[in-house]
């Protein structure tokens, strides 16, 4: 179990050359706007209506019914404004809008400049200009929907929707925080365009007549209101707004987890070994009108055979309410293969929203979190010690024999790669008593391998013991030239299992970090049948003395061939505190000689790698 709340990135650096966005928390917690609505046709009227018809839309062909409020930037290309053509420093085309014509279009400078031109410390809106009487178009008081279409990306911007009842007073019903940062880790823009819709019915009291709507651009981060990338904006555009009558009976789902990321962490492949009851969140919202009671019917299928079914307790929700449920199936598999999970929730006005699938995988040896790999990677443009790893927790003790990795697009050919496995007592990656259990240095082939899985042995195997948790993390030292990049999945990280090393915190503060937008692939493999690197190596430890030591030092080393040797010295925590390079190094016998003096009292360990594998000694610094 998540024993303690892991501490979350908050702004961090992307491959625009000024910033990287990991991920941003969602604002409202518990709200997921973005449904669809089927489309009827227009009636007119003082007619009752049977859901899903228009009762207002405006299509910014008549800028006039729109209020801008810049924040006090006149200049083009800040804040909101109403035509044609586009002018984001980052698109090249308009929103491809159903109406066409003129559209909003939101911007902030240009962060790629030199100087960058984000305006700092503002906040744009745009407003309907004069109220909408719902009851009076609708023949009401009925429950509404607001839909409209959108084109753009998000970085560290909020893009929030507010509606008011009397001009002043101002209620927030929406944000694009439900969608994933378009970063150098991954993310893309808006589908163009893409429907939004945002059920009123619960913000909405009843009888009104008077309705205001109003789009809002600021930070998302706004305690780091002077740190210019929280101001980067790629640009929104918004076109054919409408109001729409809400169906009586309408849920939607929106997502299905194939395991408990609140207490616990979503593996998509699990060895039959660490195989535990499945536990299966289902995210819906009632897009309806009314309070309605639903039962989630839930099955679960190995090649296509049912091998469990299941109803979850019924959940009552309000109009424009979401919740997800939790579903303890105490179903454990006992077979390896591709398992699909179905969820279905009864009919309704609505069917093309009423079932979700997910798949989660059994297998022999692999554990990993990472769904099917994408188009998405985890990279990092610092020059810096950059780390990409991910938590996991053993259910039976099992011998760890590698880490795999899936590598990416802009790994550099030949860098050293130090591969740590610490356990985590406290349950926290920053955590002090944090131990590191086993570690070594690995060296990127000549050829980049970006098609498959990589496995990285272990020089010497590691029991993983039951009930403890666990993270595996790759870590480099990066230079303008050698980068590392991790493929990941589509799926994102929402149970907060994907660990990054770097210099992400406030004022660049070096540590681990989770709350990330992209799930890594870096994955254990306890495959018996993997090689031991350290019977490969050219490299056999003598003695290494004094140890203790507590200032000059001497390790003895034999190589069975000419090559070149490698040596890094890390403390208990993974840092690097020592580092040599001895090529064109012959057979027979070496010494290594190092300084102790500098380094902190505590047990300090070896790694030695050449021709791809790696030996590892310890000694204690007193």
């Given at each position: 179990?998540?024993?303690?709340?892991i501490?979350?990135?908050?702004?961090?650096?992307?491959?625009?050359?000024?910033?990287?966005?990991?991920?941003?928390?969602?604002?409202?917690?518990?709200?997921?706007?973005?449904?669809?609505?089927?489309?009827?046709?227009?009636?007119?009227?003082?007619l009752?209506?049977?859901?899903?018809?228009?009762?207002?839309?405006?299509?910014?062909?008549?800028?006039?019914?729109?209020?801008?409020?810049?924040?006090?930037?006149?200049?083009?290309?800040?804040?909101?404004?109403?035509?044609?053509?586009?002018?984001?420093?980052?698109?090249?085309?308009?929103?491809?809008?159903?109406s066409?014509?003129?559209?909003?279009?939101?911007?902030?400078?240009?962060?790629?400049?030199?100087?960058?031109t984000?305006?700092?410390?503002?906040?744009?809106?745009?407003?309907?200009?004069?109220?909408i009487?719902?009851?009076?178009?609708?023949?009401?008081?009925?429950?509404?929907?607001?839909?409209?279409?959108q084109y753009?990306?998000k970085?560290?911007?909020?893009?929030?929707?507010?509606?008011?009842?009397?001009?002043?007073?101002?209620?927030?019903?929406?944000?694009?925080?439900?969608?994933a940062?378009?970063?150098?880790?991954?993310?893309?823009?808006?589908?163009?365009?893409?429907?939004?819709?945002?059920?009123?019915?619960?913000?909405?009291?009843?009888?009104?007549?008077?309705?205001?709507?109003?789009?809002?651009?600021?930070?998302?981060?706004?305690?780091?209101?002077?740190?210019?990338?929280?101001?980067?904006?790629?640009?929104?555009m918004?076109?054919?707004?409408?109001?729409?009558?809400?169906?009586?009976?309408?849920?939607?789902?929106?997502?299905?987890?194939?395991?408990?990321?609140?207490?616990n962490?979503?593996?998509?492949?699990?060895?039959?070994?660490?195989?535990?009851?499945?536990?299966?969140?289902?995210?819906?919202?009632?897009?309806?009108?009314?309070?309605?009671?639903?039962?989630?019917?839930?099955?679960?299928?190995?090649?296509?055979?049912?091998v469990?079914?299941?109803?979850?307790?019924?959940?009552?929700?309000?109009?424009?309410?979401s919740?997800?449920?939790?579903?303890?199936?105490?179903?454990?598999?006992?077979?390896?293969?591709?398992?699909t999970?179905?969820?279905?929730?009864?009919?309704?006005?609505?069917l093309?929203?009423?079932?979700?699938?997910?798949?989660?995988?059994?297998?022999?040896?692999?554990?990993?979190?990472?769904?099917?790999?994408?188009?998405?990677?985890?990279?990092f443009?610092?020059?810096?010690?950059?780390?990409?790893?991910?938590?996991?927790?053993?259910?039976?003790?099992?011998?760890?024999?590698g880490?795999?990795?899936?590598?990416?697009?802009?790994?550099?050919?030949?860098?050293?790669?130090?591969?740590?496995?610490?356990?985590?007592?406290?349950?926290?990656?920053?955590g002090?008593?944090?131990?590191?259990?086993?570690?070594?240095?690995?060296?990127?082939?000549?050829?980049?391998?970006t098609?498959?899985?990589?496995?990285?042995?272990?020089?010497?195997?590691?029991?993983?013991?039951a009930?403890?948790?666990?993270?595996?993390?790759?870590?480099?030292?990066?230079?303008?030239?050698?980068?590392?990049?991790?493929?990941?999945?589509?799926?994102?990280?929402?149970?907060?299992?994907?660990?990054?090393?770097?210099?992400?915190?406030?004022?660049?503060?070096?540590?681990?970090?989770?709350?990330?937008?992209?799930?890594?692939?870096?994955?254990?493999?306890?495959d018996?049948?993997?090689?031991?690197?350290?019977?490969?190596?050219?490299?056999?430890?003598g003695?290494?003395?004094?140890?203790?030591?507590?200032?000059?030092?001497?390790?003895?080393?034999?190589?069975?061939?000419?090559?070149?040797?490698?040596v890094?010295?890390?403390?208990?925590?993974?840092?690097?505190?020592?580092?040599?390079?001895?090529?064109?190094?012959?057979?027979?016998?070496?010494?290594?000689?190092?300084?102790?003096?500098?380094?902190?009292?505590?047990?300090?360990?070896?790694?030695?790698?050449?021709?791809?594998?790696?030996?590892?000694?310890?000694?204690?610094?007193?």
């Amino acid at each position: 179990m998540k024993k303690v709340y892991i501490a979350i990135l908050a702004i961090g650096f992307v491959s625009l050359g000024y910033s990287q966005k990991a991920t941003e928390s969602a604002l409202l917690a518990n709200k997921k706007f973005a449904t669809e609505v089927i489309e009827s046709s227009k009636t007119p009227g003082n007619l009752e209506k049977a859901g899903g018809d228009v009762i207002w839309s405006d299509n910014f062909s008549t800028a006039s019914n729109w209020v801008i409020d810049n924040s006090g930037q006149t200049a083009a290309g800040y804040g909101w404004d109403i035509g044609a053509t586009e002018q984001s420093w980052y698109f090249s085309s308009v929103i491809n809008s159903t109406s066409d014509g003129n559209f909003a279009e939101l911007n902030n400078g240009n962060p790629t400049s030199n100087p960058a031109t984000q305006a700092l410390d503002v906040t744009y809106t745009i407003t309907t200009a004069a109220p909408i009487d719902v009851n009076t178009l609708s023949g009401g008081p009925n429950n509404y929907i607001l839909e409209f279409q959108q084109y753009g990306a998000k970085f560290n911007d909020a893009q929030e929707m507010y509606i008011s009842t009397n001009g002043t007073t101002w209620t927030l019903v929406g944000d694009n925080s439900d969608i994933a940062t378009l970063s150098q880790t991954g993310g893309s823009a808006y589908t163009n365009p893409t429907v939004k819709t945002i059920n009123l019915s619960g913000a909405l009291p009843g009888g009104t007549n008077s309705l205001w709507i109003r789009f809002s651009w600021t930070t998302a981060f706004p305690s780091s209101s002077t740190n210019p990338n929280v101001w980067v904006t790629y640009g929104w555009m918004i076109d054919d707004v409408r109001i729409l009558e809400a169906y009586s009976d309408e849920f939607k789902m929106s997502t299905v987890f194939s395991g408990d990321v609140v207490n616990n962490w979503d593996y998509y492949s699990t060895p039959l070994d660490q195989v535990i009851s499945r536990t299966v969140g289902i995210a819906i919202s009632n897009e309806g009108g009314i309070a309605q009671e639903k039962a989630i019917g839930l099955n679960i299928d190995l090649a296509g055979a049912s091998v469990y079914a299941g109803v979850a307790t019924p959940v009552t929700l309000a109009p424009g309410e979401s919740d997800t449920v939790w579903f303890d199936t105490q179903f454990i598999a006992a077979a390896t293969g591709l398992y699909t999970i179905t969820a279905t929730l009864p009919a309704d006005q609505v069917l093309t929203n009423n079932s979700l699938t997910e798949n989660f995988e059994m297998t022999n040896f692999l554990y990993g979190h990472n769904h099917p790999l994408g188009t998405g990677k985890l990279n990092f443009s610092d020059e810096a010690e950059i780390g990409i790893g991910n938590i996991y927790e053993i259910q039976a003790d099992q011998l760890l024999k590698g880490i795999d990795v899936a590598f990416a697009t802009g790994t550099t050919a030949g860098i050293f790669i130090d591969v740590f496995v610490f356990e985590m007592p406290s349950g926290s990656v920053q955590g002090a008593d944090n131990l590191l259990v086993a570690d070594f240095q690995y060296q990127m082939p000549a050829t980049v391998n970006t098609t498959s899985f990589s496995t990285l042995v272990l020089p010497t195997p590691y029991t993983m013991e039951a009930g403890k948790i666990y993270y595996a993390i790759l870590r480099t030292q990066q230079s303008a030239t050698e980068k590392m990049a991790i493929k990941s999945s589509d799926k994102g990280d929402a149970d907060f299992s994907t660990v990054c090393y770097g210099p992400f915190g406030t004022g660049d503060a070096v540590n681990n970090f989770v709350g990330w937008d992209a799930a890594a692939a870096v994955s254990l493999n306890f495959d018996p049948s993997v090689q031991i690197a350290e019977n490969e190596s050219p490299v056999s430890f003598g003695s290494i003395f004094p140890n203790p030591t507590s200032g000059a030092t001497t390790l003895q080393y034999t190589l069975s061939n000419d090559t070149d040797v490698k040596v890094a010295i890390v403390d208990v925590t993974g840092k690097v505190v020592y580092t040599a390079n001895n090529k064109n190094q012959t057979a027979g016998a070496h010494e290594l000689n190092f300084n102790a003096a500098a380094f902190t009292n505590g047990v300090y360990y070896v790694n030695m790698i050449t021709e791809g594998s790696t030996v590892t000694t310890k000694f204690i610094k007193k």
